[in-house]
């Protein structure tokens, strides 16, 4: 089984490469390249998932030079599991952006350009998730950057671009920074493999350990958009067509909490750091839930409680225990699914009522009852509703932190209660104004074609037409019959709204709510998971003796 570990790193690149050279005179092709080459890499996920479980972590030093020369992929539990969602969720929202490719009849070249950059993400992730030393972990997030910067930017209209350069800078900061922490661990230990760190940090001065440890939490806070450092994500976010949206909001994210949870675990133990983290954990929740509630435009307001949520799982990092440590990743795996579904409907919104501007939306659930069920399932999913997932997950980094019986555990329960009750209210303010009141008067009808004069911008006025809130200045309303082909999201200029929804669209997000149920139903099987992956990730010793060769 250890020869499947770089495959769902190689599969994508080798599938982009098809895709790049055929791609653009053969759609279909493109297309069916894309979908079968992630099929392949979730078929192989669950494989090495179960098998590390059984067998315990499966690994490979590729070009068989052992460590430090060489680069080591290591796929234990932890990494399994992240891989599987992160691939399950991938394939549905590929399956989502060809549904609104199609429907949209996007043909033009900078949207060719989706596919293979999309799967040089997959990459990317896989990348990071098996990475077992610091330079290859490097390398995935470069490969993110990358990719990244293409998918915000399609379509090449100033919102996006101006959103992607956001971007790009933090990113640039992290990645010089990261380089700079990677540069003095090698100096200090002559080593960037994490099984040989794990045992030469420990004799380093307390001070250059403490140094090193910072700048690594610093660089992954970034990432994962932990309070203070989040402030790109509002604004870098929303402008992005809906599909990029859900998967950069749903998984990118989780990458930065991973690379928390490895390092802090296989690099750090000690809990040196728990204080600083449970108070950036508190800070993310109460900031970020606080944006969230005086957001009116849903992206926005999504965008705000993402940041929010990422506070319970800097959390259970913080506290450092193997419960807690199992709480988070479940609410890791829980938050990649619903934020993703939550996002795609944000999408299927905006296609539906032509704007994600809740002071103009309203009548959905009278008007697309199944759109108004695929919001709200995920949104008391998110809410900590019991018996979803949101609230299991919630449930144990809870009961870890009453175990721990600190003051700053207390402080961080009740501040996750508090922030779990106003998830609440901000998920009901936007089923009220978008699903259950009457249509507003302002609200676009059937067949609405809502364009992007901003390379004209001279004549456009303000008035009743005008589209308010972040994502909506520059856009005019023109209206003709339902169902002609014009410009779509994807490219960045127009989109039709339609009564109809294209099914792939419909289907892809139904999935994502099927997975986030699976959760559910399947709860006692991924707590049990999880919690031996906290074990294993405490005991630290069957990481490194399977890299090592001990």
């Not at 990475?131 to 490097?138: F, I, K, R, S």
């Not at 997030?141 to 293409?150: D, G, K, R």
């Not at 005019?476 to 999201?489: D, E, K, N, S």
């Amino acid at each position: 089984m250890n020869a499947l570990v770089p495959l769902p790193v190689l599969l994508p690149l080798c599938a982009t490469g098809l895709s790049l050279a055929f791609g653009t005179r053969l759609k279909q092709f493109q297309r069916f390249i894309s979908v079968a080459v992630l099929t392949a890499v979730l078929g192989l996920s669950v494989t090495l998932m179960i098998d590390a479980d059984i067998e315990g972590p499966l690994i490979v030093h590729l070009g068989d030079f052992a460590p430090p020369l060489g680069i080591t992929l290591v796929a234990d539990r932890l990494s399994g599991l992240m891989l599987t969602v992160s691939s399950a969720v991938t394939l549905c929202v590929l399956v989502y952006s060809l549904g609104q490719g199609m429907a949209d009849r996007d043909e033009e070249t900078p949207v060719a350009v989706f596919h293979p950059a999309y799967l040089i993400l997959v990459a990317g992730v896989s990348c990071t998730f098996l990475a077992g030393d610091l330079v290859n972990l490097y390398v995935g997030f470069e490969i993110m950057l990358v990719a990244s910067f293409v998918l915000l930017t399609l379509g090449g209209t100033g919102p996006r671009v101006r959103a992607g350069s956001t971007y790009v800078i933090i990113s640039l900061f992290s990645s010089m920074l990261f380089l700079t922490a990677i540069a003095m661990t090698y100096a200090a230990t002559g080593t960037a493999n994490f099984a040989q760190l794990a045992g030469r940090l420990a004799a380093l001065p307390l001070g250059v350990q403490t140094l090193i440890q910072a700048m690594l939490l610093t660089v992954f806070a970034i990432k994962a958009a932990v309070f203070p450092l989040a402030a790109w994500l509002p604004d870098s976010y929303p402008t992005a067509p809906a599909p990029v949206t859900a998967v950069f909001a749903g998984l990118l994210t989780k990458v930065g909490v991973y690379c928390m949870l490895r390092t802090e675990t296989l690099l750090f133990p000690g809990n040196r750091l728990g204080d600083l983290l449970m108070a950036a954990a508190l800070a993310s929740m109460v900031v970020g839930i606080l944006g969230a509630v005086a957001q009116t435009d849903l992206k926005r307001l999504l965008s705000f409680t993402l940041i929010s949520h990422i506070g319970y799982m800097v959390f259970g990092i913080g506290l450092a225990t193997r419960e807690a440590y199992g709480g988070a990743i479940v609410y890791v795996v829980h938050h990649i699914t619903v934020q993703t579904t939550l996002f795609l409907v944000a999408g299927l919104i905006e296609r539906r009522g032509g704007t994600t501007e809740l002071t103009r939306l309203g009548g959905i659930a009278k008007a697309a009852p199944l759109l108004a069920v695929l919001f709200f399932v995920p949104a008391m999913n998110l809410a900590g509703i019991p018996p979803l997932s949101g609230f299991i997950g919630k449930l144990g980094l809870m009961r870890a932190g009453v175990a721990d019986g600190s003051v700053w555990a207390w402080i961080l329960v009740i501040g996750s209660t508090a922030t779990s009750l106003l998830t609440l209210y901000v998920m009901a303010k936007v089923w009220n104004l978008a699903f259950w009141r009457a249509a507003p008067p302002g609200q676009a009808l059937d067949g609405t074609v809502l364009e992007s004069d901003e390379e004209d911008d001279s004549d456009a006025d303000e008035g009743p037409d005008r589209m308010p809130g972040t994502g909506d200045e520059g856009v005019r309303i023109r209206h003709q019959p339902a169902g002609r082909a014009v410009a779509a999201t994807l490219h960045g200029h127009a989109v039709t709204t339609t009564t109809k929804l294209p099914r792939p669209m419909t289907w892809a997000t139904a999935a994502t709510v099927a997975l986030g149920l699976a959760f559910t139903v399947f709860a006692g099987p991924l707590t049990s998971y999880t919690d031996r992956s906290a074990a294993e990730l405490i005991a630290r010793s069957p990481y490194i003796e399977a890299v090592l060769g001990r």
